[in-house]
């Protein structure tokens, strides 16, 4: 079997059914909030429905409507479903890994099927336009197939060796001694239970690919997704609907809302949990490691902290390209990605150009309702969100100069709306090194290659990356030197956003990371197992 991206939308496009693509979104919209919206959804526990005594409302960042009443579960809750995935684990991890394997590939034909449907949940519940969140969808789909078929290859991540006997006998043991024919298994097998931290900027996506890691490797879970200030329940939810559907037995995925400083904090500190997976700020997943560790607790951590994503645009660049990519990566989904561009570095010989083409491009996106076609920024996520805004703007002000945007859009919407803003500012300012989450753009001019790429360099993070020139050698040494996991070169689509599954690895150097290995590859699924080399004498 090989693997095949899903790709929905070029699908729909590269054969003229574009209004189709529409339609299904714009049905799938009116279904969810006839159907769905509005109702009280429990927690589950060991694959019973579980009630708090406090309740959390979630609204829809565009205008305010009620998505769902959610529980606020609590420390008890949280240890309620860690002690369910604790006791689910033994029979989990002794199915073979072909069964687990078959139930996470009928996961993807169930979300396969419920795409437009989840993916309008998706865009009501953190404001994506239909684009981002069908592709995120697909990307959800990409990562349970494609690491379906990596335990497949690996057959289960199991290698058989023979060590071969020797006829000759000595009276006592050593290091390389001759000895009787051994049987030698190398078995990669999961730890236990996995805490799964998810974040609400891509709720689907990268949720399903943390819990699928942990899952078919024959871990299990409790699962927790974003439930304070920035939510992202329902589409948790849903999650937690399609693998029960798919055949995952009762307790191996539990799912659980509430505060992170309760039920997050139960599920990091506890020692029924062998290990974190977790998406999201820096500060936040060095205080979770540093916890662990000053506790005396040893746990597996898999996490992805963030970034400050540069650009550098050289003299020898397709302006054109540069500008197309780096505002798509910077001002898509209002620049809530942990991967989007945030700072740009161009040669002083073409700032001007290339600042009024970008200008160009940045006047052409569209802001409003991202439910509505062609739309293309919708809300930020919430009040905090628009306060940071506000205080980057005020900062930008003061320090710098605002070439484009800095104003709150006014909309007959209950929502946070902004215009894309780039702010030429010097790069010693906190705007150059701060993540800030939000479409705000910093940019200054360089003489030489060489500060160029040592300005990009220096943050505390590492994870994406993009480069615009058609000189090789500038080419050449900025893969050499460019400190961040994922770079990308005269991509027009996109400057520093849009890995795909099985092509582009996803993962963050430097203060974005911890294991140096990312997802959508070959080496992402042997984070979650231990190895054990097992020798039996015939």
Known sequence: MEFENEFTYRKFVESGRESEFDRLFDEAVERVNKEVLGKKFPMYIGGKEVYANEVIEEHSPIDGRLIGVFQKGTREHARQAIDAAFSAFDEWRNKSYKERVSIFRKAADIFAREKFNIAAILSIENGKTRYESVGEVDEAIDFLRYYALEMEKNKGYVRKVKLAGSSAKVSAGFQGAPGKE??????????????????????????????????????TVVFK???????????????????????????????????GSEVGDEIVMSKKVSGIVFTGSRATGMSMLARNYSNGLQKVFIVEMGGKNPAIVSKYADLDE????????????????????????????????????????????????????????????????YKRFLESVEEAKKNGNIIYGGNTVKLPLKGYYVEPTLVEISHENRLFHEELFLPFLVITTY?????????????????????????????????????????????????????????HTFVGWKGSGLTGKGTG???YLQQFMREQSEAIVK
């Open 447 to 503: 003489k030489n290659f060489e500060d160029a790429l040592k300005m990009a360099n220096d943050v505390e993070y590492g994870l994406t990356a993009g480069f615009y020139s058609k000189k090789k050698s500038e080419i050449k040494e900025f893969i050499d030197k460019i400190e961040a996991g994922v770079i990308y070169v005269n991509r027009e689509i996109s400057a520093t956003t849009g890995a795909i599954v099985g092509f």
């Open 225 to 259: 997704p974003s439930s304070t200030d920035n939510m992202s329940m329902l589409t948790g939810l849903k999650i937690y609907e399609v693998f029960k559907e798919a055949g995952v037995p009762d307790g191996v995925f539990n799912y659980i809302t509430g505060p």
């Open 182 to 219: 051994e049987q030698v298994t190398i078995a990669m097998k999961p730890y236990g239970v996995f805490g799964v931290i998810a974040p609400f900027n891509f709720p689907v996506s990268i949720s399903v690919g943390m819990s699928t890691g942990a899952l078919i490797t024959g871990n």
């Open 521 to 523: 590859s070959k080496f």
């Open 322 to 385: 540069a500008a197309t990519g780096i505002a798509s990566a910077a001002f898509g989904f209002d620049g809530q990605k942990c991967s989007a561009c945030s700072r740009v570095y161009v040669h002083e010989s073409v700032k001007e150009a290339f600042i009024s083409k970008l200008v160009d491009k940045m006047r052409s996106f569209k802001i409003g309702n991202p439910l509505e076609k062609d739309v293309y920024m919708g809300p930020l996520i919430s009040e905090k969100a």
